[in-house]
Every structure is written in structure tokens, then in C-alpha cells.
């Protein structure tokens, strides 16, 4: 394994290990036939078996158990053929059964790993397990004074609750590796990935010890639902058991909730429970479901169904299109983003301008708008005109980048935001007259009006000064206000002078 060296913070090497609960893209929930879609009034969508009621038996979800051995498969983890689920016992209002039904001795899924990169440095963290599970429902006290609402509608959603090893070593590791997850179940379609709707959610185990010695105690952050607050979560929390064991306490092991707005901004992680009032949750294994027996055919068929992985896909675009390795990587994020460069590409034929548009101005303008590249205003058949235009010697890269910034507007224009027909790139470059000057006799007479106006450059490069040339050719940029194609120019200049 490549384990990157760590950083010290303040003489600590700080430990993380992740457990992330992934919402399955299941229409149905895990154990039940009620709907899982998100937003509906509360308790409409709570069968019998979601409410408890007496004498109703959970069935499981096949399409639940098929997406965590995509899971499995896609992170090369052992899928068990045979495991368990367990009841764990705990009481709380949204819960209505008095117990959760999840997996805890024998997993579905059976470690694995995540792999990514950090600028150059390849990082991988290993997977402990996956399970399946149900999630409970939701406590409403907001439209409530003096009373606490009951939402069932969540409870039996389906879950898979990917736990990793103590591996990662900096907030920023965990908050990649919490990303390269995410991009992966949302990429092969097991989990829809909103993470506002809480479909994604991260708890951040955290420890800090002196280099060399053994893991100190670890608190854990709970439900952190952004990339932003995990990485913030987990530096506040460093700095807190810092602070602690500094001043001569020890780190007691207990559960924390993140409040971001807190100490003027700057967040804080706040105690919720600690380990004496921890639950003991009597796990044993479900009497009302027999084993989760899943065949080898079962998986085979599976694995033939699989799409291509990203990184697969990463490394075919090295291969293919001749693209650096961390392009290649930045436009298979996602599979939108490898349609949109596939499809650009196949137009223009030159993949690493393609590539260098997506990660550079495209990007810059998705992200500034929060938007995903498929509800992009600028198709990739823009892209690739626009990219053909400047390999031709119409536009210079400058005007191609106004030529983007007229279409994304125009784009974004219409209700609702369309792309617009690639054809409108060369309307817009005359629109905004940046044709660049490549009638040769128009750039003849011009060249000629800089050589008159510029005698003393001209007798300097005669004799054999070349930066009289350089000089030449700005005067000539110059005159042409940048509308000449500067190769065009040093060659026509070369020519008169030669
Ligand atoms: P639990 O289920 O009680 O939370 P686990 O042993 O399953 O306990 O561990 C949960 C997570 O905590 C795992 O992701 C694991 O990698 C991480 N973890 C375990 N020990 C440490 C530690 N000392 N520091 C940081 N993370 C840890
Ligand atoms: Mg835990």
C-alpha cells in the first residue's frame, strides 16, 4: 500500500476511519412495499410492516441486496454468499419496532478499498465491511410547539453502511476519500448521491496520538452531510482533543454533533452522549428473516451487468486519447462528464483541449452557478466547435473564451436553461468580431505599413539582432489589434524580411 508520509499537527498524527450510510436507489423499501421517494406528507408512505404493527413480517428487497454486491464488486471486496441480519435494540420514538434491523456479525460485503489521488500522491483506504440496513424514521419538532412530530415515511429506507478502516490521516484524505465514494455509488447508480435530502451521509471517527504510539481514544462526529462540514468537522474536532490532552485531560470516547455557526463561525463539536451512556444494543440475529444466501451465478450475473468503472474508464482515456493522467481522471468524475468529453471529442478530434476547456472555464462556470455539467448551457457540441475554430486559426484562445462566455449567457437565457446549437459559435465570433486576420492581403498591407513605420527594428534584425524580431512582430500584433494569428504573422513577417 502507498501510505502517504502524514502531517503533524502541532506534533499529533491524527487517525480517521469513516462510516457512511448510502440510501440504495431502491423505488420500494428494504423490507416492505412502500414507496422510498423523498418529500412526500408524513406517514403516507408507511405500510404496516414500516409501522410495526402486530403480525407483519419484513421481506426482503432483492434490488437492495443486488446493489450492495455492485458495491462489493466495484470495490473488489469478498461478497458473502451467506450472511445475517440482526435486530439492534434501542428505543427511541421514530423507531417503532424497538429495534433497528441491520447486519453485525456477518456482513454482505467483506472489506475492499478506495483508491484516489491527492495531487500526485496515491492514497488507498482500506473497507472493513458493507451492510445492509433500514434506517429509522424522523423526529419533527420544528411545526410542533411543546410536541414532537412522528415521520415514518423514512423508516425501512434501505441503507448501506460503509464502514472503513482507521486509514485516513488528514481531514483533507477524509473528505476525498468521502468524494471518491460518493462519485462511485452515484456513478454506478446504487445510491442518487443528494446529499441535502440525506441519501449520503458521513459520521467521522477521529483519534489524534504521538507519532509511534498506539491509536489514542477516538470520538465520533455524526452525520456530517457535506464534503465542507466533514472537513471542517474533523479539523475542529483535531484541534479540540489537542487542546485536551495539552492541558493534561484524556480523551474520553464519545459520540459529537457538529455545529458549523458556533465560536463566531468557526465551528464546534459538542458532546451527545459519551461512552458510559453508550447503548448496549443486544444484538442477535433476526428470527423473522432466514439467512441472506446470495449464489455465485447470482454474482457472476451481476459483475456481466456492471458498467465500466471510473478509474477503468480513467485509464482507457490514457490510453486512447493520449490524456494525462489527471485529466483523464477530471473528466471521468462523473459519467456526464465522460459523455460531455467523449462526445466533444468525436466532433473536434483533440482530446486535450477538450479536456482543458472542461477542467478551465467550463468548470469554473459550473461550479460558480452550482450546476452539473449535463444541465451545462454550453453543449459539448459548442465545446467542440469552439475548439475547432481555434485549431483552424478563426479565433484566437482569448476570443474563444468570449465566445464561451457570449453562448453561456445566451444558453441561459432560455426558460429553461438549453444549450445552444453549436452553430451559433460562429455567429457569435462574428457578432463579436473576432475573426482573426488570415485574409493574407489585407495582413500583406498591414505588415508592410509596420516595416515602413519601424526602419530602426528593421536594420537592427538585418544585423543579426533577433530581438528586433520580436519587436517586429509585437508592433504587428499590435497594429492588427490581436486579430492575427501570431504564427501567421511571424511567418509572413520572416518571409518579407528574409
Ligand atoms: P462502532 O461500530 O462502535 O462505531 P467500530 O469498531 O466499528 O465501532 O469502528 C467504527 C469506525 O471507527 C471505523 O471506521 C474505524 O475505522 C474507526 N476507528 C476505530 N478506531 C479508531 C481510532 N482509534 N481512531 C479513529 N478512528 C477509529
Ligand atoms: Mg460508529
Not at 408507511?46 to 450492495?68: I, Q, Y
Not at 486535450?352 to 460558480?368: D, F, H, P, S
Not at 519601424?454 to 499590435?478: D, I, P
Request: aromatic share 8%; net charge negative.
Amino acid at each position: 500500500m502507498n501510505t502517504p508520509a502524514s502531517q503533524l499537527i502541532r506534533g499529533y498524527e491524527v487517525v480517521i476511519g469513516l462510516e457512511t450510510h448510502a440510501q440504495l436507489s431502491t423505488a420500494s423499501k428494504i423490507f416492505s412495499g412502500s414507496s422510498t421517494q423523498f418529500g412526500a406528507a408524513p406517514n403516507t408512505q408507511a405500510s404496516p410492516v414500516d409501522l410495526a404493527l402486530p403480525g407483519t413480517l419484513p421481506v426482503m428487497n432483492r434490488g437492495a441486496v443486488e446493489r450492495a454486491i455492485q458495491f462489493g464488486l466495484a470495490v473488489g471486496a469478498k461478497v458473502a454468499q451467506h450472511s445475517i441480519f440482526a435486530r439492534k435494540n434501542y428505543f427511541y420514538p421514530d423507531l417503532p419496532k424497538g429495534y433497528q434491523i441491520s447486519q453485525y456479525e456477518t456482513p454482505v460485503v467483506q472489506g475492499g478499498a478506495i483508491e484516489f489521488f491527492i495531487g500526485n500522491t496515491a492514497h488507498k483506504v482500506r473497507l472493513t465491511r458493507a451492510h445492509l440496513e433500514e434506517d429509522a424514521g424522523k423526529s419533527l419538532h420544528e411545526d410542533y410547539a411543546g410536541q414532537t412530530g412522528i415521520d415514518l415515511n423514512r423508516a425501512g429506507t434501505p441503507l448501506l453502511e460503509i464502514v472503513s478502516e482507521p486509514d485516513m490521516r488528514s481531514s483533507a484524505e477524509a473528505a476525498e476519500y468521502a468524494k471518491t465514494l460518493h462519485a462511485l455509488v452515484v456513478w454506478l447508480g446504487i445510491c442518487d448521491g443528494n446529499m441535502q435530502e440525506g441519501s449520503f451521509r458521513c459520521d467521522a471517527n477521529v483519534s489524534v496520538r504521538k507519532p509511534g504510539m498506539p491509536y489514542g481514544t477516538r470520538r465520533e462526529i455524526k452525520n456530517l452531510n457535506s464534503f465542507k462540514f466533514l472537513q471542517q468537522a474533523i479539523d475542529c474536532e483535531i484541534q479540540w482533543q489537542i487542546d485536551l490532552i495539552e492541558d493534561g485531560g484524556e480523551v474520553q470516547q464519545a459520540t459529537v454533533l457538529f455545529n458549523p455557526t458556533a465560536n463566531g463561525g468557526r465551528g464546534e463539536t459538542r458532546a451527545m452522549r459519551t461512552k458510559e451512556d453508550a447503548h448496549d444494543y443486544r444484538y442477535f440475529p433476526d428470527p423473522d428473516l432466514p439467512p441472506l444466501v446470495i449464489s455465485a451465478d447470482w454474482i457472476e450475473q451481476v459483475r456481466t451487468a456492471m458498467p465500466e468503472l471510473p478509474q477503468a474508464m480513467a485509464t482507457r482515456f490514457q490510453r486512447d486519447y493520449g490524456l494525462p493522467a489527471y485529466d483523464a481522471l477530471a473528466v471521468t468524475q462523473s459519467k456526464a462528464h465522460a459523455a460531455f468529453f467523449e462526445a466533444a471529442t468525436a466532433l473536434c478530434k483533440a482530446p486535450k483541449l477538450v479536456a482543458n476547456w472542461m477542467m478551465g472555464e467550463l468548470a469554473r462556470r459550473l461550479n460558480a452557478e452550482s450546476l452539473p455539467i449535463d444541465a451545462s448551457p454550453v453543449s459539448a457540441a459548442v465545446i467542440a466547435q469552439l475548439v475547432t475554430r481555434i485549431g483552424d486559426g478563426t479565433i484566437s484562445n482569448n476570443g474563444g473564451k468570449q465566445v464561451l462566455e457570449q453562448l453561456w449567457a445566451a444558453g441561459q437565457l432560455c426558460e429553461p436553461p438549453q444549450p445552444v446549437d453549436a452553430s451559433f459559435v460562429d455567429k457569435a465570433i462574428d457578432d463579436l468580431g473576432l475573426r482573426q486576420l488570415s485574409d493574407t492581403g489585407e495582413l500583406d498591407q498591414l505588415l508592410d505599413d509596420v516595416l515602413a513605420a519601424n526602419t530602426k527594428s528593421v536594420e537592427e534584425y538585418r544585423a543579426g539582432k533577433e530581438k528586433a524580431f520580436n519587436a517586429l512582430v509585437g508592433q504587428a500584433m499590435k497594429a492588427t489589434k490581436g486579430k492575427a494569428n501570431p504564427a501567421q504573422v511571424t511567418e509572413l513577417l520572416k518571409k518579407k524580411l528574409g
